[in-house]
């Protein structure tokens, strides 16, 4: 492990300096970074043919844990009404992979590691831009941490698909499958954390996907800046097999910039 959770300073965690909508946020991600072991089961068998992958995906769902366990021990810091153990027993309930599967759902290993990479920019990006928000201390050491995590496992899930790049010769495949993994982003996985993180079973509020995927959305799009957007189309479109100095991408950049802009501005007006 690169850190673990003794090298954060507990003691300095300032409440007044903890703002709502980022601690809501954060409860969500925590179901999802500690449903990893699922994940970590998923990708072994897809990986059977490689005994060093698996070790790694392994090391990596461990981390992922230890993300999980982080960001509830600091949610619960910032709101002591927090019940993680319910919290995640629901969030099960809607969010759970077929860990029987024995072949990618992208299709071919090489696409099952784009995949990964996708979803590691995402994840890189966001605690990035909470470590870049926040004012509260314990929480900006903690996005740091967790950000040269996330990056580190980009890295290796980069790395890794160079050992099947052949089972993807394409181009216009792999960012295919990169495009269709970031609109994966608003299925059930985040907008269902949110709920459950959000909403115990007591509140009487019925789960829906687009509003509680918007309300997940609304909080962590609010925190990105245009450094943390280039950063993630960088990353995403080099998965894709672009050149990410490339004029293409400084395009994409610009564009996805825009895009956020606009997503800010409307979700702002959003109720939830
Ligand atoms: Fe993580
Ligand atoms: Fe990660």
């Known amino acids: 492990m690169r850190w673990t959770l003794d090298k954060i300073d507990w003691d300095a965690f300032d409440p007044s300096k903890v703002d709502t909508e980022t601690m809501e946020a954060v409860k969500a991600a925590s179901l999802v970074e500690a449903n990893a072991p699922d994940y970590v089961s998923y990708l072994c068998n897809v990986f059977q043919d490689s005994s060093e992958i698996q070790d790694d995906i392994r090391q990596w769902g461990r981390e992922e844990a230890q993300h999980g366990e982080a ?54 990006s966001f605690y990035t831009a909470i470590k870049d928000a926040t004012e509260e201390p314990c929480l900006r050491q903690l996005a740091t941490y967790i950000a040269a995590d996330e990056f580190a496992h980009y890295r290796l899930f980069y790395e890794s698909f160079k050992k099947y790049e052949g089972e993807l010769p394409s181009v216009f495949r792999r960012i295919m499958i990169a495009v269709g993994r970031v609109n994966e982003a608003d299925d059930d996985e985040l907008s269902g954390a949110f709920y459950c993180a959000n909403y115990s079973e007591a509140s009487d509020v019925p789960y829906e996907r687009k509003k509680f995927a918007d309300a997940y959305q609304k909080r962590a799009f609010m925190l990105y800046r245009r450094q943390h957007t280039d950063r993630l189309i960088s990353m995403v479109a080099k998965a894709g097999g672009l050149k990410p100095q490339g004029k293409l991408v400084r395009m994409a950049c610009a564009f996805a910039w825009r895009f956020f802009a606009f997503k800010q501005r409307q979700l702002m007006r959003s109720a939830v």
């Open 71 to 124: 960001l509830a021990k600091w949610a619960r810091m910032a709101d002591p009404e927090f019940d993680f153990d319910t919290a995640f027993q629901r969030f099960r309930v809607i969010q759970g992979i077929d860990t029987g599967a024995i072949e990618s759902v992208r299709g071919s290993r090489a696409g099952e590691m784009i995949a990964r990479c996708v979803v590691e920019s995402g994840t890189s």
